[in-house]
């Protein structure tokens, strides 16, 4: 078993819908990373987070630690957002455990 | 800042022979990453250095791999000989501390 699970593993949605990015870990953590990474490959650090919610625009990342769950919300989905999203978690040291990451798809 | 800056951005080579991947992280960083991509296995740490220094290279898959870190604004990812399993994107990241991660751009390497 992954320490890392994300669901779902694909997502399509219509412009403008909500959208919810799932993510659970088995170990316990310092930090919790969700990354965006687009067609073409650049991966971009979207949110750091160890314990709450922070908000970037149409952003949200929320986590529980007690539950060692976290999501990933997107508000009012654009085309533009259409990327892998990846969930990392970091336990202890500086080593990086990724999810296998959920590819969303945004259509007009 | 320019960001993390790798180089080649893409490599396409034949099997046996030596392939030489770069990274220049961001200034002021005192971590880098070396991960790879596979379709399979998705992103995985190969090594990790602080202050220059490897402090986790359990990731690295084989002797064929090596990476380097000479001096804070320069490391470097080596196999040798390659093999056509090697073809992935490698990632190089640097951050600070507990800041996020800077991811470069990628190496696409293709071994033939």
């Known amino acids: 078993k992954n320490e890392v699970e994300q669901s779902p593993q694909n997502l399509t949605a219509q412009e403008g819908e909500f959208i919810t990015i799932n993510c659970s870990y088995s170990?316990?953590?310092?930090?919790l990373h969700w990354l965006q990474q687009h067609p073409g490959g650049g991966i971009v650090s979207l949110f750091m987070?160890?314990?709450g919610k922070k908000k970037h625009g149409r952003l949200i990342a929320t986590i529980n630690i007690q539950e060692k769950h976290s999501s990933l919300h997107i508000t009012a989905s654009h085309p533009r957002d259409s990327a892998v999203y990846i969930c990392?978690?970091?336990?202890?040291?500086?080593?990086?455990?990724f999810g296998k990451g959920t590819k969303l798809t945004v259509n007009p | 800042d320019a960001g993390v800056i790798q180089s080649p951005r893409h490599e396409v080579t034949e099997m046996g022979q030596e392939v030489t991947l770069r990274c220049k992280p961001i200034?002021?960083?005192?971590?880098l990453f070396w991960y790879r991509q596979t379709m399979m296995r998705g992103l995985e740490l190969l090594i990790y250095?602080?202050?220059?220094?490897?402090?986790?290279d359990s990731g690295m898959p084989e002797d064929r791999f090596s990476a380097k870190m000479p001096n804070a604004s320069f490391s470097t990812l080596k196999i040798q000989p390659s093999e056509p399993r090697d073809s992935a994107v490698y990632f190089c990241?640097?951050?600070?501390?507990?800041?996020?991660?800077?991811f470069g751009n990628g190496t696409r390497l293709t071994v033939t």
């Open positions: 990241a640097s951050g600070q501390d507990n800041s996020p991660l800077h």
């Open positions: 170990v316990g953590i310092s930090a």
């Open positions: 987070l160890s314990s």
């Open positions: 990392a978690v970091r336990s202890g040291s500086e080593k990086l455990v």
């Open positions: 200034s002021g960083h005192n971590s």
């Open positions: 250095f602080n202050n220059n220094v490897p402090i986790d």
